[in-house]
Structures are given as structure tokens and as C-alpha cells.
């Protein structure tokens, strides 16, 4: 049973039940169109980490998306379960009942897994064998995020041929995603990142083909990169999933003169319970917003600063004291980190101009297994 | 529809999925057993933000505990839907949808509610009349906190008269609740802080006594304060809400040597999903755990630091490489809070030694409104 939804379809904005994460439909359509036209000739494969939700799954197919990525075997249940007809597991599922699991949603869509051990491509074969059906599987190298993921060159191509010669795998290619230069501040610092990565992806790539393996596909990318990974000559799927939301996070990144910049479109709508000498507290604290990557930014209009969260609170400093708040005003928050916030919330509310458009379950939210 | 529970009931503990939110039974019935016997005498009034779960709220009633607490409506709803039958939230409840809702609650069960506002009282005062319902009211009174609640003094007895004579409203004391106290590190600081509170609250409940106002209770206090609360002689409910759990947060506070201590009976289960070069991932990242706090601790062995996250991937560091982790071993984290870590689940799942003995549904998880 999810919680009660924060509004109706036709409701105006005003009638929104706070605290509420809300999307404004216009952006994020603008969003997803300037993605799908700066990849045009690539496989955009975006990421659904970010926002858990099937609906938007779909309208990134409806722009032309090959199928999009998760990270955990029940994510990929619910949009399996959904219809979305490809979904790649960005990760690794070593675990038994889970390697089970996926390969049973494997006979439901095409599904991919990465694997940076030989023994995991064993179980791997052996349940996707047991299950009747045959998995998507690409090998993962660490091409600078020192996450998950073997070394570049020869420890690659190991598993590759492994692979390649497992009943019910497919190998389809390399997983070579830099997670940790997403957030890289200066625009010079994410190129030099992924030029590094280009070369250890390439490598490895070539390697393998020489080998005589088909490595179809090279897929990798962030919102903070993907325009590198692009232009590389060896990517040739992305894996963007902030895009179409952005965050405070992402905001903080420098832009090159010519990267694109996308829109915030994500918000969580705050209340306002109580105001007092230049404070007022809101609705929103630690359950309506993720913290890791900082406290949430005041959007618009008032002159205010969300200094302090508690478990239901957030504490907003308000200057000058003309623009103090009300009780029951609304205040307009993006939040700091947008796809663990997504998680704490059962609904999206998606609205155009002043009405409720959508009211969108994040299906997978909580998905953790 | 809540996410498949992550075990059944009899499973040995190696067989629960991961990640999943665990809980030591064994402890947290001790420390049940520990805060009920250092507050016999006073009103208990377990806060329930904490775990946002019924059974888990059962169990404190039948610890002796006067009722629960929690801190919105819709967590109130949760509890009164399961029969839980006295309810305080410990907040403002200002937005006119939320009053009608809470109005509509109080048919069902003694329900109270804090206030720092005259409108407000005229507010609820209608709503509740309008439901044929009696809400039990709180003045709250800032005590150092700076979050919500009238100044002590004049101002909180202009309120408390207003309650007092307003219809369908019944007056029952005062919220002094010093939130920012909890987590000072040194017992001297939180003792400091809860004597400043105590002068405030003493003089409030005088000056609304003297005015012919009976002040039946004076509610407040948490984990981190909760003995010098007891101690005071002016606060006659304690609302701890963490003690059954506890977290790394928790942890970091020094206490006196005449403190009670309660034992860590929280985790995250987590597996392991890769290793290499002395780092081990895990499958439990921003998605499993609330980072406001600081990052998990890995309890018990091996020898492990959680360094890093992301969104479902946990990195530690491991050393000496003799105790290196292997692909499907198990972690116990300790979640830095424990609050919004019980709020990124769907269920929690009790063990008594290696045996899983309960799975709890998180019923008022993603509670907001």
C-alpha cells in the first residue's frame, strides 16, 4: 500500500498536499528532447536509478531511448513488470536468489547484467540455462571510478571469451562508466577524466576484437560527461539518468561553452508550519530530501536560505525581513541530490502552467534487492 | 504495494536478501526494558518517527508506554489505521487539509497536536467542532531548540489561555522539546543545555498555573537527554525515540558515568557484490542508508571502513588484506541515523540469534503529509 497521493489530476498547484516531489512537465519534456537530439546516431539507454518511475521510462522510449538501465534485480522487476521491453542492470548480482530472480525476468524482456568475476559468470550461466532463457551480459572495467569492474586490457578480455562461450549469455560489449567524474566541478577536469577513460575503453575494446569477439556495444555516461563519452569514437550507448530533472548537485558544475545545459525541473513544494525572527520552518527535512550531496536550494522567490534539517523540519533563514513568510506559504525547494530523493517518495506530481498534469508512481522506489 | 519483503519468518539469517534493515530483538527488548524502568513514575510517550511501525509501537504500549508520538498526520493516520489508541504529533499541523484530516483521526483515538500560533488554534478549534472531535493541545514552547514554538512565558500562557477556551480543543500542557541538546557530544553540554530548558519550562507551567490554567502535562525529551529531563521535576513525559535502536550518531555522544546506555540493535545488512585491491562493494548506498549523520560503521568483523557512496553501491576499505571479503559475504552496517534510515524501508526484519523471528511492515514509511 503506498502513501496517500499528494493530488489529483486537474488540481491547481495551490491544492497540492505538502510536502510533494513535483515535476514540471514543460522543462523536463525540453530536457528530454535536447538529449535525444544531442545523441541522435548514438543508443541513449538513460538511467533509471534517477527516478524509479515507469512513466518516465516511457516517454524516454517514446524519444527514441533503446531501453533504459537500473541498478538492482527488483528495480528492473518493476519496469520489467511495467513493460518496458529492455532494461540493463548496471551492476554486478552475484547473490543466489537474485541471480535467480533475474534470470526469471529474462524470459520477460531482453535484460542485461555487467560481471567483473568468472565464477559470477558461471551462476550466471547455469540459472539463465535453468530458466530457459538468456541474458544480456557485458563486462564491467574500471576505467577510473575504482567502483566495481575489472582492469582495462587482458583481465577484460578474459572474461569476455568466458562469456562468449557460456551457454545462455550473450556478450554484448563493455561497461565503462566513470561514476566518480560526473561531479567534477571544472569542465576541463570531466574531459581530461574521460579522455583517460577513452583510452582504457578503447584498449580494451580492440583488444577483444582482435581477439575475434563482436563487442557490439561500448555503453557508459553520465549527466555530467555523456557529451565526451559521445564524442569518443568508442562509446556508442549512454547512459544519462539526472538529465531530465537535474539537481543543486549538478548545478554546481561549471559548464563549457559549449556543453548543454538542462533544466531544473525536479522540485520538492514545501509548506510552511511556523515563522519566527527571521526563520521559517517548512515541512521538508531529512525524509523529504536526500542530504549527501548538501542541504536543498531555495527556488525563486523569497530571499531565503534552507540552513538546518531535522527529521520533519527544514529551518529557512529569511532576508530581508520584508520577504518574511507566512504559515501556509509555499516554498519551491530543489533538492541536493535527485535520484536518492526520488526514492523517498511513493508519487511524482507532474504539472503544466498553474494545473496537476500527472500524478506519477515511482514504482521502484525502495527497490533495494 | 511495498516492496517483497526481503525474509521470511524461520529463515537463518544467511538467508535474507540484501540490503535489508535488521533488528537484534534480543537488544532492543532490553533496551525496551531498560527505558521503561528508569521512567516508572513518569508518562512514557515513545517517539515513533523513529521507526514509523506498528508492531514496533505495540511492543513499547506493552512496555507500559501512555501512548507514541510522531512528528505528521499521515504517520498519525498509520498508527490510529492499526489501533494504536493515543497519538501526539509532536509538530504544528497548519495546512487546512491536514487539520481536516487530523480532526477526522481524532474520532478514532486520543490524538494530540502542538500549536505556536493563535490563528492556528482558531483553526483547529473549528475543524475539530466541524468533525464532532476533541483534540488534546499543546502549547509549544521553544526552549533552545529554535525550530518551531512560542517564547516562554507571556506568550505561551496568551496561548494556552486561547486553547484552553476554545471549543473542541482540550488543553493538556506544553511541548518543550530541546531537539538541538540530543546530539551534543560531552554530558556536561546536554546537562547545561536541558537546565536552561528546565528554567523556561518551569516558568511557563507556573506563570499558566498561577493563571488558573491547569497544566496537566509538560512533554519533551529524547534519547540524547531524556534522564536529565526525568530528573528535572518538570517534565512529567518523556518522548525518546531512538533508545530502542540506536546509531553511529548516537554513538559518537560521551556519556556519564551514571548514564544509561542502550545497545546498538539496528543494522543494514549488506552483501558483497565485488572486490579488489583492498576494497570490497557492497550493495547498500545512498538508497539504504540516511547520510545526514555521517556515513554507516562496519560492526563486528572484519576490519572494514565504509569510505564512499553512491547511489547502491557501498565502498569499504579493507585491511589487512588476510581479511579481505569475498563476492556474497555479509556486512552488518550501522546506520548513522537511525530515523530516515527506517524511512528508506519497507520492512524491518527481527532475528533472535540466527533465526529471522518477525518481519514488520514499516507501515507509516513515506508518511509526509
Known amino acids: ?35 535525444a537530439d544531442a545523441t541522435a546516431g548514438l543508443r541513449l539507454r538513460p538511467h ?8 518516465i521510462a516511457w ?6 531511448a533503446v531501453g533504459i538501465c537500473c541498478q538492482k534485480t527488483d528495480e528492473a522487476a518493476a519496469f520489467v513488470a511495467d513493460g518496458i521491453p529492455d532494461v540493463l542492470v548496471t551492476n554486478e548480482v552475484v547473490a543466489p536468489a537474485k541471480i535467480e530472480r533475474l534470470a526469471a525476468l529474462a524470459r520477460d524482456a531482453t535484460v542485461g547484467v555487467l560481471v567483473d568475476d568468472a565464477a559470477n559468470v558461471n551462476a550466471l550461466s547455469d ?23 575489472v582492469a582495462p586490457g587482458p583481465a577484460a578480455l578474459e572474461l569476455a571469451q568466458r562469456v562468449a562461450t557460456a551457454a545462455g549469455l550473450r556478450f554484448r560489449g563493455l561497461h565503462a562508466y566513470h561514476g566518480s567524474a560526473q561531479h567534477l566541478r571544472h569542465p576541463e577536469e570531466r574531459q581530461q577524466a574521460i579522455a583517460r577513460a577513452t583510452e582504457a575503453a578503447t584498449m580494451t575494446r580492440d583488444m577483444i576484437e582482435n581477439a ?29 539518468g539526472s538529465y531530465p530533472f537535474m539537481d543543486a548537485d549538478y548545478g554546481r558544475n561549471m559548464l563549457a561553452p559549449d556543453d548543454i545545459a538542462f533544466e531544473q525541473s525536479l522540485f520538492v513544494l514545501a509548506g510552511v508550519m511556523s515563522v ?80 496537476v498534469d500527472c500524478v506519477w508512481r515511482i514504482a521502484a522506489r525502495g527497490a533495494l534487492g
Request: aromatic share 6%.
Open 1 to 35: 500500500m503506498p502513501q496517500r497521493p499528494p493530488a489529483r489530476i486537474g488540481d491547481p498547484i495551490a491544492a497540492i498536499d505538502t510536502p510533494a516531489l513535483v515535476l514540471d512537465l514543460d522543462a523536463f519534456d525540453r530536457n528530454l528532447a535536447r538529449m
Open 48 to 55: 533509471a536509478k534517477s527516478h524509479k518511475c515507469p512513466d
Open 59 to 64: 516517454r524516454q522510449l517514446a524519444r527514441g
Open 127 to 149: 540459472a539463465t540455462t535453468a530458466a530457459g532463457a538468456s541474458l544480456d551480459v557485458y563486462v564491467e572495467v574500471n576505467v577510473g571510478a575504482d567502483r566495481c569492474g
Open 212 to 240: 575475434g569477439i563482436v563487442c557490439a556495444i561500448v555503453t557508459g555516461a553520465g549527466t555530467g560527461t555523456w557529451r565526451h563519452e559521445r564524442d569518443s569514437g568508442v562509446w556508442n550507448e549512454l547512459q544519462p
Open 276 to 355: 519566527a525572527d527571521g526563520r521559517a520552518i517548512v515541512d521538508a527535512g531529512l525524509k523529504a530530501f536526500a542530504f549527501d550531496s548538501g542541504l536543498p536550494i531555495v527556488h525563486g522567490g523569497p530571499r531565503a536560505t534552507y540552513v538546518k534539517a531535522s527529521d520533519e523540519h527544514g529551518v529557512l533563514q529569511v532576508a530581508p525581513a520584508a520577504e518574511m513568510l507566512a504559515r501556509n506559504d509555499r516554498v519551491w525547494l530543489i533538492p541536493g541530490h535527485c535520484d536518492p530523493t526520488f526514492n523517498l517518495y511513493d508519487w511524482v506530481v507532474g504539472f503544466r502552467g498553474d494545473r
